[in-house]
């Protein structure tokens, strides 16, 4: 008797939605979870060559924590392409001036670095406040 493998084909994949409160959670390790819902590792039929993760929304942008007073050590780092154009900020500076910058940038590291990261980084929604606009899409409660 033969077994034969299934292989997931792109209209077999059902998404779900999350939503994700990160107030008084580590940067990383909230990043780390969310990149594994949008990559969809959660999931058995989870294929590497198709986009088989969720939608996730993340709450409270403003309220993510790093550990060991990083605040004032980590920079994001930046270059206009010409001479001197380098800019440097640092993470509380940056979450003065936009914190929901700082968890896409996050997840978007954690992606794989393919032609399937862009589907995937569509498909995060991150918001400052504790209020969201996808109501109608019914999401479930993602603890992490």
């Known amino acids: 008797m033969k077994q034969k493998t299934t292989w997931t084909k792109e209209k077999d994949i059902e998404r779900k939605w999350y939503v994700v409160d990160v ?3 580590v940067l990383g390790r909230a990043a780390t979870q969310i ?4 990559i969809g590792k ?3 039929e989870q294929v590497p060559n198709l986009d088989c993760g969720d939608y996730v929304i993340v709450l409270n942008s403003d309220h993510v924590d ?8 980590k920079t994001y780092f930046r270059h206009s392409g010409y001479p001197g154009g380098a800019k440097e900020i640092t993470f509380d500076k ?12 996050a997840v ?10 862009s ?4 498909r995060l929604f991150v918001y400052k ?8 899409q019914k999401p479930e409660v993602f603890n992490l």
């Open 23 to 25: 107030k008084g959670k």
């Open 35 to 38: 990149a594994e819902l949008l």
């Open 42 to 44: 959660n999931k058995v």
């Open 66 to 73: 790093l550990t060991r007073g990083k605040e004032k050590k």
């Open 94 to 105: 940056q979450m003065l001036k936009n914190s929901t910058f700082v968890i896409e940038k």
């Open 108 to 117: 978007k590291n954690m992606l794989p670095n393919n032609k399937l990261r």
């Open 119 to 122: 589907s995937m980084m569509n």
């Open 129 to 136: 406040g504790s209020e969201h606009q996808h109501e109608a």
